[in-house]
């Protein structure tokens, strides 16, 4: 029978549990993660959020009546521990618990769908599928305590440079930018869809005198990617700022990624070791490398790209021989930039858009926007869109809108730099492509 926890309470995690505190009383609560009976003793590995801890029953040292209780444990039962620490340097940490007392507190069906011990390979669909014993496994729950921190650092370097955080409607009425990339659904007597991006009202922000702004919110495309690095929805990092352009707004990126990387590197240095993962704080400023300089490089390779395309897959790979770490693409083709880019003040042709690059993996792109009304009425036009579904995007340029640029951060994509991670999917709890909807 398994017992509620009545005056029971957690005193430790298991990272709390160190040699100095030899000999006191202490209360751990957790997973049966391994059972050893070698007869006259009993080894039981309990596991909880931050590790691994052994509690060692000898049964010349504990009651018959405990003795048979450790006996009876089964691998993912729910367990809380009252027991003495004690310096041993066999076990994990150096220290192990004499168990005084224990409660078994839930059980867990077996066989389990998957071996949460990680000594058995389990396939990503298996994995994603019972999702909630995947996420025991240290190596995979490390990948979150490192996304959790990266969060958390981002807000406060934002907040620390005076952006405010807002809240954009996920319910639109239309395209961000066009086209068919959207999640229709029934809004009452009318179709609406799911946001692309927060980018229209963002930049309206900067015509309410909001300055800086930034959101972290979901973002959702209808893209029929089946790849190791696209998801349909998204977690977006976005920012944008007044008077400012995108020479700004990359400075403000590349001072981000690093506050990140060396908050992460400080933080999450028992997670990062889990992962087998050395973190190295890029150098500033990152490299700059323009549109035309990446179809010499790629073609180089041997890899067809020619003027006026994006990059594909690869020519991603391609890059990702020759440039490591981070760098930002720039001045793309104005004509296969969306409506809102600054054409270049030189050269028109070449837009004020960058991408930020690692080594092969895009993580984030922005730009400077249009903020004059007119302009951005003809470049609406020109792609083909039409006016009278941005119309009260619109009417925020006809009443002082100032210069401002931008850009949106994929949480996900700068997790994989940050953890090794090769396929999106490990970085999200409950991952959405292309086939899964569940759990």
Request: with cysteine.
């Amino acid at each position: 029978m398994t017992d509620s926890l009545e005056n029971w309470r957690r005193t430790h995690y298991t990272k709390n549990v160190k040699p100095e505190i030899n000999g006191e009383e202490i209360v751990l609560m957790g997973w049966v993660h391994e059972i050893r009976d070698l007869g006259g003793i009993i080894f039981v590995l309990l596991r909880d959020r931050d590790g691994l801890i052994q509690i060692t029953a000898p049964s010349k040292k504990v009651s018959p009546e405990l003795f048979e209780e450790i006996k009876k444990l089964k691998k993912e039962g729910v367990l809380a521990v009252r027991g003495l620490v004690q310096e041993s340097g066999k076990a994990p940490n150096g220290v192990e618990i004499i168990p005084e007392e224990i409660k078994l507190l839930n059980e867990s069906k077996l066989p389990l769908p998957l071996d949460t011990t990680g000594n058995t390979h389990a396939e990503i669909d298996t994995r994603l599928d019972s999702r909630f014993l995947d996420l025991r496994k240290h190596n995979v729950s490390a990948i979150f305590k490192i996304k959790s921190r990266m969060f958390h650092s981002i807000r406060n370097f934002l907040e620390s440079r005076g952006y405010l955080e807002i809240n954009t409607p996920k319910l639109v009425a239309s395209a961000t930018e066009g086209g068919t990339e959207l999640f229709p659904i029934t809004y009452f007597e009318r179709e609406a869809f799911l946001g692309q991006s927060p980018q229209l009202y963002k930049q309206m922000m900067m015509g309410s005198g909001f300055d800086k702004v930034f959101e972290i919110a979901p973002i959702f495309r209808a893209e029929e990617h089946d790849t190791l690095r696209h998801l349909n929805e998204a977690i977006s990092i976005d920012v944008e700022t007044a008077f400012t352009d995108n020479e700004d707004a990359m400075n403000i990126l590349e001072e981000l990624v690093c506050k990140a990387i060396t908050d992460v590197k400080e933080h999450c240095e028992d997670a990062l070791k889990t992962l087998e993962v050395e973190l190295e704080v890029p150098e500033t400023p990152f490299k700059r490398v323009t549109y035309d300089e990446v179809i010499d490089i790629v073609n180089s390779k041997g890899v067809a790209m020619r003027h006026g395309e994006d990059l594909s897959r690869a020519a991603e790979k391609a890059l990702g021989e020759v440039m490591d770490d981070y760098y930002f693409i720039t001045e793309w083709p104005t004509s296969i930039k969306p409506f809102y880019v600054m054409p270049g003040f030189e050269d028109p042709e070449k837009s004020c858009a960058f991408d930020l690059m690692y080594k092969d993996l895009e993580i984030s792109s922005g730009a400077m926007r249009v903020h004059q009304h007119d302009l951005l009425l003809e470049k609406i036009k020109k792609q083909g869109l039409n006016p009278d579904s941005f119309s009260r995007y619109l009417a925020a340029f006809e009443y002082g809108m100032p210069p401002h640029a931008g850009w949106g951060l994929g949480a996900e994509r700068f997790t994989m730099c940050l953890t090794g991670a090769k396929n999106i999917r490990e970085t999200v709890l409950f991952p959405r492509d292309r086939r899964r909807l569940t759990p």
